[in-house]
Structures are given as C-alpha cells and as structure tokens.
C-alpha cells in the first residue's frame, strides 16, 4: 500500500489496523487540516532531518514522510515511549509507516524525549524541521522546544500541535517574545472550530488587550502594566499571530541573549 492510501485509508475510515490484523478506532490524531498543512510545509522546506515528538498512529508521521526528499536523502527521527506499549498504541504507529514503505526513512525512539533530545544535541544534530505533539504540560512541552531550538538550523520550522492549549500557548509565546521566532503558517480560518464560550473568552480579551495597549502608551506606564497584567489581558497573541490549533514558527536567528535577558510572556 503506498504512503497515500495509507494515510488516506485512516483518515476516512477514522480506524486503523494492528500489527495483529485487528482493527481500532483512530484517536488523538492530527486533523486532515493539519496533515494538509504539515505535508505543504516538508514540500516547501524540503528538510534533510525532520524531528517528531509524538508517534501514536502514524497520521502527522505519514503526511511528514509523504513530502520528504527522495529516499536516501532524508532522514526522519520519532520519539514517543509509548508506541509499543500494549495500553497504549500497540506499535500501530510503526506499523502504519512500514504498510506505506516509510521503515527505513524513520529512526524511531521509545524514550521520553527529555532524555532523547539531549543526547541527540550533544551528538551535534541539525534539524530542519520538527512537529512538537508530545506531553502537554508546560514543563515536558518547554523542554521539547528548547532542545529542538538548539538543534534547528536558522530558517527551520517547528510546528506546535494543539496550540491552543493554554499550556502549549504558553510556550509559543515565550518563542515569539524572548527568541527570534515568528508565525510562519497556522491553519486557515475555515479549519479552526471554537466552541462559543472560547469566541466569547477571545473577544472579551481582545478589547480589553486594546484598552491596556493604550494605557501602556502613557508615560511611566510600561513596565507596570507588563507585570501586573499577562499576556492574556496584554493580547500577546493577537500582536504575533498565535491564533489556532496548529501554529508553525520560522527561526528567524540564532539566540544572542544577554545572560540576564527577560521578556514577560
């Protein structure tokens, strides 16, 4: 089966098969938005080694794979501890990505990426492109993007999953105000679906982001109004762009922080 009918094949029937010949239903996947998304992005950069954090099924690991360079060119590297674990996703990830042909592309590792990650840093490699879905605590999600940040050449992209979780955002929000990232993609408009209290919750934020934008204006006023409100009150994320499920950020530069450097986020 090639690495389209595959993907095409979970993301119609919603299911999947087991290494065993048994048939499961898909949970925890990326959207079809999202795969579109990821496949147009590895078709544009073209990366040499991409990086996964988060394997499950295989949905985001096949659309990656799909639009990397010819074989033999490309290097694709997961990480997800729990892949083979019986509770949990029963080797279905691997499985999928050998059905497509993509067995000898991926490089996979059953570690927490907090221990992975180093030691592929301190091994010296170089990212062109990674796709963050791992733990979603701030702490594990903070450690996966610094560890990615060291590894990724300027110009590379890092895709956050569910970014629209408060813990992710909150991530993505230290990349955009105290690194040299920017948004470089999100989902369109048409793929993103909000529940009415978070509409609610957004439009409430963004005019009283507006009244503290102008306050901040007022002489003296900067650094008061930065520490008592956040970046929520503050409409951090409408002024850079973090809006939706899925957020790509371009490394703009290597990390030129003085030792001391903050930024609130």
């Known amino acids: 089966m090639t690495s389209n009918q595959t993907l095409h ?34 078709a544009e950069l073209q990366p040499q080694v991409s990086l996964e954090i988060g394997l499950a099924y295989g949905v985001s690991a096949l659309a990656i ?37 993509f067995a000898e592309l991926v490089e996979l590792y059953e570690e927490e990426s907090c221990r992975v990650l180093p ?71 048409a793929a993103i679906v909000q529940t009415r209290r978070r509409r609610v919750y957004e439009r409430t934020l963004a005019v009283v982001g507006a009244s503290l934008h102008r306050l901040r ?3 003296g006023m900067e650094q008061p109004i930065s520490r008592t409100f956040g970046a929520e009150l503050l409409a951090v994320d409408a002024r850079y762009g973090l809006r939706g499920p899925c957020i790509a950020l371009r490394k703009q530069a290597e990390d030129a922080r003085p030792y001391d450097f903050h930024r609130e986020f």
């Open 65 to 101: 794979c799909a639009a990397l360079p010819p074989a033999g060119r490309a290097r694709h590297i997961v990480v997800d501890p729990l892949q083979s674990h019986p509770q949990a996703w029963r080797g279905i990830g691997m499985h999928n990505l050998r059905r497509a042909g």
């Open 217 to 219: 204006r007022l002489p």
């Open 119 to 189: 030691r592929l840093e301190a091994a010296g490699l170089r990212l062109d492109f990674a796709f963050i879905d791992g733990a979603h605590t701030f702490d594990y999600a903070l450690v996966d993007f610094f560890y990615v940040n060291r590894m990724l050449r300027v110009g590379g992209v890092v895709v956050f999953d569910d970014a629209d979780w408060w813990a992710i955002r909150r991530v993505l929000r230290f990349a955009v105000t105290n690194l040299c990232y920017s948004v470089c993609r999100t989902l369109p408009p």
């Open 9 to 42: 094949e979970l993301l119609t029937t919603g299911s999947t098969s087991t290494p065993e010949g048994d048939q499961v239903a898909l949970h925890s996947h990326v959207s079809a938005a999202e795969v579109a998304m990821l496949g147009q992005l590895v």
